[in-house]
């Protein structure tokens, strides 16, 4: 096969000398290397000894809130399973009735309300969305599971604990 053009390059292969026929300088090039690794400022962490703060944005498990008087703020109006771009908020609302007045804010509240761990792709939105102010994405990381039937949280995985001031004081 002839070339296109008429220009070529000769090679010259020099005879290696008895230090690089032993690889010497590369060795030595390596081992400069690795010492160099030796005082560099290490990038990971001892995972969990050692755990780095979270960003202001961080966007963790989803929390149902309360009032200040103990009760769920949630009044199951539905915005937040309306604004899930990915539908993995259902919710069922039920109506309040005398007894319960002390466990929900307004006369309707979420009888089932529960969110599809697999499907939430932690956008916001229904953090955005809630009126009441009612779901915020401030709980931890969303742990690993077996079971898909696992990843459906409810309201006892949900809703946050109640917070009761009498007995801080006792």
């Known amino acids: 096969m002839q070339p296109l053009s008429n220009r070529k390059k000769v090679l010259e292969q020099k005879p290696m000398n008895f230090m ?10 390596g081992l400069s290397i690795t010492l160099r690794h030796f005082f560099k400022k ?3 962490i001892k995972y969990p000894e050692q755990q780095r703060p979270y960003s202001k944005n961080f966007r ?6 309360r009032d200040e008087e103990g009760r769920e703020r949630c009044t199951a109006c539905g915005l937040c399973a309306l604004s899930c771009p990915a539908e993995a908020i259902t919710m069922i609302a039920a109506e ?10 307004e006369e309707k509240y979420a009888a089932v309300y529960e969110i599809n761990m697999l499907r939430c792709i932690f956008c916001g939105l229904c953090e955005e969305a809630c009126p009441k102010e009612a779901i915020y994405l401030d709980g931890p990381h969303v742990t690993a599971d077996y079971l898909r039937k696992d990843f459906i949280y409810g309201k006892d995985k949900l809703v946050e604990p109640k917070f009761d001031i009498t007995k801080l004081n006792s």
């Open 20 to 29: 690089e026929r032993i690889y010497f300088p590369a060795i030595i090039k």
């Open 42 to 44: 290490i990038p990971t």
């Open 60 to 65: 963790g498990q989803h929390s149902l809130k």
């Open 96 to 105: 309040r009735t005398k007894e319960e007045e002390h466990l929900y804010r």
